[in-house]
């Protein structure tokens, strides 16, 4: 069947403008359009700032109990912003945790800050991830509002005295955590 032309049918096609692509052709290509661009933004980017003090915080944890960012003064914390929508974070996650695991007896904090999600889907991921550091509930935004996240996943480490050393956006490898880690137990 040819586009204007009669088929078996007399089914008739819509005739494209000039230069256009099909739709179906269009729509086909839509999510991995969107894919594509949520990976391209979501490099790993470290800011490059001046050490700074880290925005204190106040919120609850998946485990129920409340947690403040100054609880854990005196120890490096990795706070990283994700959603379980968030394809590149839940491609980061198995790495967080494999750091955690790593240096936890050395005093390394990793807490995974949920970005305006119920509880119950939460506790469902981390539980589907076998997330062990603590997870957290940024149920208004107002944690996320205060470090000024432009996007997830988006990490910031955090020194010994409570001071923001590094920051990125987007998924890191192993060894790029490492060196985060390792310079922020350096620094503090």
């Not at 880290?54 to 990795?78: E, M, W």
């Not at 968030?86 to 005093?107: F, Q, S, T, V, W």
């Not at 205060?146 to 890191?172: C, E, H, K, M, N």
């Amino acid at each position: 069947m040819k586009a204007g032309g009669g088929g078996a049918a007399g089914a008739r096609l819509p005739l494209a403008r000039p230069g256009a692509a099909p739709v179906r052709a269009r729509a086909a290509a839509l999510p991995l359009a969107i894919l594509l661009a949520a990976l391209a933004g979501c490099g790993a980017q470290p800011a490059a700032a001046a050490p700074h003090p880290a925005a204190g915080f106040t919120v609850s944890g998946i485990d129920g109990q409340p947690h403040r960012l100054a609880d854990y003064r005196g120890k490096v914390v990795i706070l990283n912003f994700w959603a379980t929508w968030c394809i590149p974070c839940r491609a980061e996650i198995p790495d967080l945790e494999h750091e955690y695991r790593a240096h936890r007896a050395e005093g390394l904090v990793v807490l995974g800050m949920d970005y305006k999600e119920s509880r119950d889907d939460v506790v469902a991921f981390a539980t589907e991830y076998t997330v062990s550091y603590p997870v957290l509930l940024d149920a208004d935004g107002r944690v996320h509002d205060a470090y000024a996240v432009g996007g997830l996943p988006q990490t910031f480490v955090i020194d010994a005295r409570g001071r923001v050393v590094s920051a990125r956006t987007g998924i890191a490898s192993r060894a790029t955590m490492e060196q985060e880690y390792q310079a922020a137990a350096r620094a503090g």
